[in-house]
T-cell receptor, first 115, second 109 residues
Framework: DAGVIQSPRHEVTEMGQEVTLRCKPI?????LFWYRQTMMRGLELLIY????????DSGMPEDRFSAKMPNASFSTLKIQPSEPRDSAVYFC?????????????FGPGTRLLVL | EDQVTQSPEALRLQEGESSSLNCSYTVSGLRGLFWYRQDPGKGPEFLFTLYSAGEEKEKERLKATLTKKESFLHITAPKPEDSATYLC??????????FGQGTRLTINP
């Protein structure tokens, strides 16, 4: 398997622009997670889905952030409008819940810089 | 409040010099403790899951142990390729992981 795929790998944009990050989870996985990593706050969970349904979005910082999962093989995280404080590395991860044991597998991340 | 604290923040060792990384947690209802390795510019890579006090897992030069309040990642005779940031996370509820800030490990040849 190719693992979790994220695009783009790097994104530079200007404040106020819309940013869309994309993720393809590992085939057969039924959970998908979006994380943000910064030096100050470390790795934080933003939102996660189970079978394409959002389960917990309590980590989404504000209404400028939205996430969708239209099908089992694709998810997007959108920031509109973007702000410099959104600069971070955004990771997507997926997992398969089996017998109570699960491991989250992470993608390579999208490094976002908002100027 | 659920918290995960890792120490030290950074650790520099000579090749072959064994040591341990610490992960202490204060959570209600621990449902698994995870160790990940993260190389610069990459996503975290899964190492171990521990579920109950007394449990141990090993992989090559790494061994993870768990008590009721902390976990240790022991590294024996490390090599330069073991240099990375090691992240600890605890699972809360169904699927939510809360991560510590990580320990940056550097192994000098």
């Amino acid at each position: 398997d190719a693992g979790v795929i994220q695009s783009p790998r790097h994104e530079v944009t200007e404040m106020g622009q819309e940013v869309t990050l994309r993720c393809k989870p590992i085939s057969g996985h039924d959970y998908l997670f979006w994380y943000r990593q910064t030096m100050m706050r470390g790795l934080e969970l933003l939102i996660y889905f189970n079978n394409n349904v959002p389960i917990d979005d309590s980590g989404m910082p504000e209404d400028r952030f939205s996430a969708k999962m239209p099908n089992a093989s694709f998810s997007t995280l959108k920031i509109q409008p973007s702000e410099p404080r959104d600069s971070a590395v955004y990771f997507c991860a997926s997992s398969f819940m089996s017998g109570g044991a699960e491991t989250q597998y992470f993608g390579p991340g999208t490094r976002l810089l908002v100027l | 409040e659920d918290q995960v604290t890792q120490s030290p923040e950074a650790l520099r060792l000579q090749e072959g010099e064994s040591s341990s990384l610490n992960c202490s947690y204060t959570v209600s209802g621990l449902r698994g403790l995870f160790w990940y390795r993260q190389d610069p510019g990459k996503g975290p890579e899964f190492l171990f899951t521990l579920y109950s006090a007394g449990e141990e897992k090993e992989k090559e030069r790494l061994k993870a142990t768990l008590t009721k309040k902390e976990s240790f990642l022991h590294i024996t005779a490390p090599k330069p390729e073991d240099s990375a940031t090691y992240l600890c996370a605890v699972r809360l509820g169904a699927q939510k992981l809360v991560f510590g800030q990580g320990t940056r490990l550097t192994i000098n040849p």
